[in-house]
């Protein structure tokens, strides 16, 4: 930028030499545009070291205004408050749009953005109705070109109808133009043509009542075609004015019309943008496809509707499998160790009372490890989360997938959570946050329990086989399907009935892509997963110890313990589903750890080992109780890490309205199989 | 062209800025500024992307790469004008 007074001088030196002697007049000349668009720039270069600073009259917002000579004629230019429009949102609004009613300067130069034309040509749409003629400075055109940007000035000048001069005022090119252009406007007012922008067609008509309804009573110098538009736009300022000008009578006239049009601000504002789209799409050009940014570039595949899922489906994938298959190693290290431990433990509590070794060995180890074991699989899928949300990813992600998940009122952003409950449901809950709508959070939060996870299908793969033979993989493949069912029916149901009302349409800005942080990765890691232990872990080791006092005590074995009573309260119920009362309480058990069921089966049908298990419960239990009991295994109760999660998350409320929801659903959908089942030969 | 984004958002689903852009053969830019204006119609308004009360309590809300949402807005219940 070049405003230096050797330059200053030089342009001057040159105009005197060229003043006509009888030429006395002021011109006034005001400067608008929005902030940072190069006014300073322009008017420092003009009027040098022959400026004022003050304030406007009444405000605390600065007024410059200089002189300067410019081809023989006297110049004033003030330079405007800088503004993105002219509502009456803000002080330099009010103050830039009454400057040029009631001053009337005879030149407005409206300096826009090149580079950003159709934001700043709002502005514009805005000058051309009020009184005083306008020229447009086109800056930083080199900044337009650098973003291959290409704008026919031109071609804008005979759209616009007013005359358009592109410029580099930071390099002082353009400038001398922009004042030929202002001074020929001066004297030449004939010429002047403009295409102004108007109100959308279908008000027009009433647009012209207000203004015949309002024409006499609107204060000079204010023109009434502007304050019907004003009005029209519910202009704080405007319609205080109107309304103060205008008896009780003229004035209700005027605001039935408001009423009965309240839609006249988008009819005004949508005329503006119109009016911008025809004026840029004749006179601009797009960068061409070679020239596009990585972002979006990018965005053409992974944004895209059909790639996309492809390519998310490939990502989660390889999130899911990277989850699991980099924690499953050290799950396995976590638990040998606990093994190892739990055998130390016992070599040390040799001696000691056989219930407090069961409460260390069985209830505070077994509780304690089931949270150890939870952390790989949480480290894992937080670091995976952090760097794909990091990255930019994590935006296309939701997006691409959200017309799917708006079938159940769910947008895209619930699918990454709900996706990782295959693997544990705790993630899937936990992962709910990143969901900012609370009602799709909670309704994610409450599917979340019906995604198959991985401790599920364990117990599937240990129990079908066993109970079904070869007809176990069909099996297991219709129970994960029917799981997967009663998620998107719930969902749907859920969200019509129950957390319904709310307006499922959002706009996004799709962030640019960038590589991810690792201090960010890091801290959202150690963050996230410190925040789980200290809350999570305390719940799920007291109901650890809970369920191991009711299936210990009295002290005569599991048949005589507390968990069995339970489990033969409930055996009326369970008949009704072709339960016994040792299916029972192994459901019951599960809440602890969907593995438990298996060890408690074993526990309570004598096998002293899994390995006999398969054989006695398929002699023991009919093919109907089997299939019944594991389709109320897919859809009970969760674990209790899920549970915790999900109270950590949610609220105790939201809790027990998961208990009772998994509960009901299981049973329900549980006893129809049962039914179904039983007819079967 | 604003109403055309005003019905292209209330046909429901996130849309994204850029799309929106292609679609109505306009600059990101100017679908920037017709958003505040609908907002400040009443039509839309923007989501807080700040943490919900159960991440305010997590100890590094501020640094969670979960809550690092991109800008979001979605609709009110303001009558829409078609």
């Known amino acids: ?681 | 062209m604003l109403e055309r984004l005003l019905k292209r958002i209330a046909d429901g689903g996130i849309q994204s800025q850029a799309h929106l852009a292609r679609e109505l053969n306009v600059s990101e830019d100017l679908i920037a500024q017709m958003l505040l204006d609908l907002e400040r119609m009443g039509y839309i308004r923007r989501l807080e992307d700040s943490c919900d009360s159960h991440c305010a309590h997590c100890d590094l809300a501020s640094s969670c790469a979960g809550r690092e949402s991109v800008p979001l807005w979605t609709l009110t219940d303001k009558k829409l004008p078609f």
């Open chain 1, 1 to 681: 930028m070049s405003s230096s007074p050797s330059v200053l001088n030089e342009i001057q030196a040159e105009q005197v030499a060229k003043l006509p002697s009888h030429d006395h007049r002021v011109i006034t000349v005001a400067l608008a545009g929005q902030p940072n668009v190069g006014k300073t720039t322009v008017f420092n270069m003009m009027t040098g070291l022959n400026q004022h600073v003050g304030n406007w009259p009444g405000k605390t917002v600065e007024r410059k205004e200089g002189t300067f000579t410019f081809n023989g004629n006297r110049y004033r230019l003030v330079d405007l408050p800088g503004t993105y429009s002219l509502s009456a949102n803000s002080p330099e609004e009010v103050i830039a749009r009454d400057y040029i009613i009631t001053e009337r300067p005879d030149v407005v130069i409206a300096l826009i953005n090149a580079a950003s034309l159709e934001r700043t040509l709002y502005l514009v749409a805005e000058l051309l109705p009020l009184p005083a003629p306008l020229v447009i400075g086109l800056n930083m055109i080199d900044v337009a070109q650098q973003e291959h940007l290409e704008i026919d000035a031109h071609v804008l000048e005979a759209a616009i109808g007013v005359p358009v001069v592109p410029m580099v005022a930071a390099r002082n090119q353009g400038v001398r133009e922009l004042f030929e252009a202002v001074d020929e406007l001066v004297h030449h007012p004939a010429a002047y043509h403009p295409n102004v922008p108007e109100i959308r067609a279908d008000h027009r008509e009433v647009l012209s009542e207000l203004e015949n309804l309002i024409k006499d009573a609107v204060p000079s110098p204010y023109p009434h075609d502007w304050i019907a538009l004003k009005l029209f736009e519910g202009d704080a300022v405007i319609t205080k004015l109107i309304q103060e000008s205008l008896s009780p009578e003229q004035w209700e006239a005027v605001h039935g019309v408001l009423v009965e049009h309240d839609d006249g601000m988008m009819a005004v504002a949508s005329g503006r943008y119109d009016w911008i789209g025809r004026m840029t799409r004749v006179a601009m050009r797009h960068p061409s496809m070679g020239q596009i940014g990585l972002t979006e570039r990018l965005d053409r595949v992974l944004a895209h509707p059909i790639w996309g899922i492809g390519v998310l489906l490939i990502v989660l994938g390889l999130t899911f499998w990277l989850t699991y298959t980099v924690a499953a190693p050290l799950q396995v290290w976590l638990e040998n160790l606990i093994g190892e431990l739990s055998g130390v433990l016992s070599t040390l509590l040799t001696g000691t009372p056989d219930w407090l070794q069961s409460l260390i060995l069985d209830g505070i180890l077994g509780g304690a490890g089931t949270v150890i074991t939870f952390i790989p699989i949480l480290i894992i899928f937080f670091a995976l989360m952090g760097i794909l949300e990091d990255t930019g990813y994590m935006a296309r992600a939701a997006f691409v997938m959200d017309r799917f998940m708006h079938l159940m009122g769910l947008h895209g952003r619930s699918f990454i959570p709900l996706f990782l409950g295959f693997g544990c449901n705790v993630p899937a809950v936990v992962g709910a946050r990143v969901i900012d709508s609370y009602n799709a959070r909670m309704l994610t939060i409450m599917l979340a329990p019906l995604v198959p996870c991985t401790a599920r299908m364990a117990v599937i793969a240990f129990l079908a086989p066993a109970f079904f033979g070869r007809g176990a993989a069909l099996v297991s493949w219709g129970l994960i399907v029917l799981s997967l069912v009663v998620l998107a029916v719930a969902g749907v149901v859920i969200n019509r009935w129950i957390l319904s009302g709310e307006r499922v349409a959002f706009i996004m800005e799709l962030p640019l892509y960038h590589l991810p942080n690792k201090r960010t990765i890091a801290l959202t890691v150690w963050g996230n997963t410190r925040s789980f232990l200290a809350k999570a872990a305390t719940v799920i080791v007291m109901a650890s110890l809970v369920i191991w006092g009711l299936s210990y005590f009295p002290g005569r074995g599991i048949e005589n313990s507390y968990l069995a009573g339970i489990g033969r309260v409930l055996e009326p119920v369970g008949q009704l589903i072709g339960l016994n009362w040792q299916l029972m309480v192994a459901l019951l058990a599960s809440i602890a750890a969907k593995e438990n069921s298996i060890a408690t089966l074993g526990i309570l049908y004598g096998t002293g080992g899994e390995e006999n298990l398969a054989s006695v419960l398929a002699n023991t239990i009919t093919a109907a109780s089997a299939l019944t009991y594991l389709v109320i295994q897919m859809l009970f109760v969760p674990c209790i890490g899920t549970l915790a999660a999900v109270k950590q998350e949610a609220g105790w409320k939201w809790t027990f309205l998961n208990l009772a929801f998994l509960f009901v659903v299981s049973i329900s959908v549980g006893g129809l199989v049962y039914a179904g089942a039983s007819l079967l030969p």
